[in-house]
C-alpha cells in the first residue's frame, strides 16, 4: 500500500503493509470461520469415527478385488479415509475415466507426489477420498465401478486384432 | 449404465493401437528428438524423426502412458510417415482443432484417417492433454528441425 503518489514519484508503507495493497480476502476469512464453527459442531471425533467406519467398512472389500495394489496400510485400524490403488495392467486415467462415467470422481495422476510414485515404483495412481459426507452405499458403487472397468477393459482389449 | 459411453472414448481402433502400438522403440538414425512430459499424469513421451530434404522418412516414440496417450502417439507415426514437414505441420494443427473439439478442413480430416477417430476424445475434457502430448512432442520436433534445415 502507497503512503502518497505523484506524478514522477511515490513512497510506500513499511513492510509488511507495503505488499498488501487492495482488498484483503475478507470473505476467504469469514468462510474459514464459519467451515471451522461447523467442523466444531459436528465434532471432530465424530468425523473421524464416521470415517474410519468407512474405511472399516470400504478396505478389505477393495483389497478382495483381483489384480488391486492398494498402498498404504492394509490393515483399516491404520488407513485414514484417502485410498490409492492401482488395478495391473490399466492406467489410472482410464480407470478414472471409467469411474467418472458412472458418476464416481476419484483423482488419478501423480498426486503432487512425484518422488512417492517413484518410490511406489509406478506413474500414477487412482486415489479415492471418503470424508464425513460419504455413504456405505457411495463405497458400494465405487467397488461396483471398479469392477466394472475392469470388465470393460478386459473385454476390450480382449476382442481387439492388430489392423495393420 | 454410464459407462457405455466409454465406448466413445475407447473405440476398436484405439484400444488396438495402445495394445500393439506402431512404430515404438528408437530410430537408428535420427535427426530430431523430443521428450515430452505431461506433468499432471507422469505420462512421458519421447519422438524421433528422420526428415531429409523436407520429408519425414520415419517416426518412432517411446514412453510409457495411459490408453489414449499410447494409441494417439501410434496413430500419429502412421498418418505422418512419408508426410512433408509442411503437410505434417498442418495435420498437427487440424489434430489439435480436432480434440479441441473444433471443425477441420474435410481433406485434412480425410489425411488423418483413423487418428481422427481420437477428436472422440474432445467429449473428455480431461483426456485432451493424453491424446494431445505426442503431437505436441512432434510438433517441436519439427519446429527444431526447420531451424537447423539450411546449416
Known amino acids: 500500500m502507497i ?10 508503507k513499511a513492510s509488511p503493509w507495503k505488499y498488501e495493497a487492495g482488498t ?3 470473505s476467504g476469512a469469514i468462510a474459514l470461520g464459519s467451515a471451522i464453527d461447523y467442523l466444531n459442531k459436528l465434532g471432530m471425533d465424530n468425523i473421524q469415527a464416521y470415517e474410519q467406519e468407512i474405511v472399516d467398512y470400504t478396505l478389505p472389500k477393495l483389497l478382495q478385488i483381483d489384480g488391486i495394489t492398494v498402498y498404504g496400510p492394509h490393515d483399516p485400524a491404520k488407513h485414514t479415509g484417502v485410498l490409492s490403488f492401482n488395478l495391473k495392467g490399466l492406467h489410472p486415467h482410464d480407470v478414472a475415466t471409467g469411474l467418472d462415467m458412472d458418476g464416481i470422481a ?19 495412481t487412482c486415489r ?8 456405505k452405499e457411495e463405497a458400494d458403487r465405487l467397488l461396483a465401478g471398479l469392477n466394472e472397468v475392469k470388465e470393460f477393459f478386459a473385454n476390450g482389449i480382449g476382442k481387439a486384432e492388430r489392423t495393420l | 449404465m454410464g459407462l457405455a459411453k466409454l465406448n466413445e472414448l475407447y473405440k476398436t481402433v484405439i484400444i488396438d493401437h495402445a495394445q500393439f502400438p506402431r512404430h515404438k522403440g528408437e530410430l537408428a538414425d ?6 515430452l512430459k505431461n506433468p499432471t499424469c507422469g505420462d512421458v513421451i519421447k519422438v524421433s524423426v528422420a526428415v531429409k ?30 508426410k512433408d514437414v509442411k503437410t505434417a505441420r498442418r495435420l498437427i494443427l487440424a489434430f489439435s482443432k480436432l480434440i479441441s473439439g473444433d471443425d477441420i478442413d474435410e481433406d485434412d480430416e ?6 481422427a477417430i481420437v477428436g472422440t476424445v474432445a467429449e473428455f475434457p480431461t483426456r485432451i492433454k493424453c491424446a494431445a502430448l505426442a503431437w505436441h512432442a512432434m510438433d517441436e520436433v519439427l519446429n527444431e ?7
Open chain 1, 106 to 124: 476419484v483423482r488419478a495422476g501423480h498426486h503432487c507426489a512425484q518422488p512417492l510414485m517413484e518410490y511406489l515404483s509406478c506413474e500414477a
Open chain 1, 3 to 12: 503512503n502518497e503518489v505523484h506524478e514522477q514519484a511515490a513512497d510506500w
Open chain 2, 145 to 151: 528441425e526447420g531451424s537447423g534445415a539450411d546449416d
Open chain 2, 53 to 82: 530434404d523436407d520429408k519425414i522418412n520415419d517416426v518412432a516414440f517411446e514412453g510409457s502412458g495411459c490408453t489414449i496417450s499410447q494409441a494417439s502417439a501410434s496413430l500419429m507415426t502412421t498418418v505422418l510417415i512419408g
Open chain 2, 30 to 35: 535420427p535427426t530430431g528428438e523430443k521428450r
Open chain 2, 110 to 115: 480425410e489425411l488423418l484417417g483413423d487418428a
Open chain 1, 24 to 26: 484483503p480476502n475478507i
Open chain 1, 128 to 135: 479415492a477420498s471418503f470424508y464425513f459426507y460419504n455413504t
